[in-house]
């Protein structure tokens, strides 16, 4: 026993300040890998990879020499094929992990927490309005990841944030009320423009393309974005991919100073530990999975 402690401790006088570095960074990337398979269809990929694992040990093992040799051709191109395969998937991590250890570090950098406060205030009381009257609105809050190209497919407006001009603009007889609002460094800053959709096969079939878009947008990016039901007037949040609903004006005012930094109660950052954090994080709205639904046909 005095062996192993001595063991340990002449261990321990041997790590240096690389190593622990070493050991950060290699929790982070676990960590990442951890959420990248729990929250996309690459959980399924991982069974298939360890069975063909095994049947490769077992096939050593025993000498099967032919599938031996299949399953080595299969192991030499494989990463190739994963990559192609899930594409869109690598690419959404990998944004996220270049944005999100800045954002830890320098925080809100460009955007004052009083712009911020600001477009909190002017959503919230947007999206009450416009869910007393059942009329559909898309609000896209960029944080991070820079959305430019979505920008494109809109109209540039860039306008101070306002409950009125949010609900003038989705207006239903308003020529930009059928694309998003996407507001950027704390200002109303393009309308009218086009989300990607979600391919996420688990979403419920009944959602509509407006929530569908939500969760698309918020798994390309660390966007948080509102959606407001055009047929129940339900207001709706989409942040890293996950849908909860049934919030009212003040809930949302809430959950969004939490995720934006602008209230006491939300100093963990939206950064890795704020990811981190928002995991735990008790709802203030409803939550239901994008799996889920008592709605139809919503959009």
């Known amino acids: 026993m005095q062996e192993f402690f001595d063991g340990c401790l002449r261990t321990l006088q041997m790590i240096t300040i690389a190593d622990v570095i070493d050991i950060l960074l290699v929790s982070v990337l676990i960590f990442y890998i951890y959420v990248f398979l729990r ?83 002017s959503v919230s009381e947007a999206a009450a309005g416009l869910s007393e009257t059942k009329t559909g609105a898309l609000i896209v809050i960029e944080r991070e990841t820079m959305l430019g190209d979505l920008v494109l497919t809109g109209t540039v407006i860039d306008a101070e ?55 698309g947008m918020s798994e390309n990016s660390d966007a948080v974005v509102v959606v407001v039901s055009e047929e129940t007037g339900k207001i709706s949040l989409a942040v890293d991919g996950n849908l909860t609903r049934g919030y009212s004006g003040a809930s949302l005012r809430r959950k969004l100073g939490y995720y934006l930094e602008t209230d006491s109660d939300s100093r963990g950052g939206v950064g890795l530990i704020g990811k981190i954090r928002s995991k735990f994080a008790k709802k203030d709205g409803n939550e239901e999975s994008t799996g889920e639904s008592d709605e139809r046909g919503e959009n």
């Open 39 to 121: 929250d996309r269809r690459a959980g399924k990929l991982v069974l298939g990879i360890v069975l063909l694992i095994a049947l490769k040990i077992i096939s050593e093992l025993t000498g099967m020499y032919v599938m031996q040799f299949l399953l080595q051709n299969v192991f030499q191109v494989g990463l190739i094929i994963v990559a192609i395969i899930f594409q869109p998937e690598l690419r959404s991590v990998l944004e996220k992990m270049g944005a999100q250890p800045i954002k830890g570090i320098r925080s809100i950098a460009s955007q004052k927490r009083g712009d911020l406060a600001r477009v909190v205030e």
């Open 161 to 215: 944030p306002s409950s009125f001009l949010l609900r003038n603009i989705f207006y239903n007889k308003a020529p930009l009320h059928d694309g998003a609002v996407i507001i950027r460094g704390g200002r109303i800053h393009a309308a009218g423009c086009v989300l990607p959709i979600s391919s996420n096969p688990d979403i419920v079939k009944d959602l509509g393309t407006r929530h569908r878009a939500a969760i």
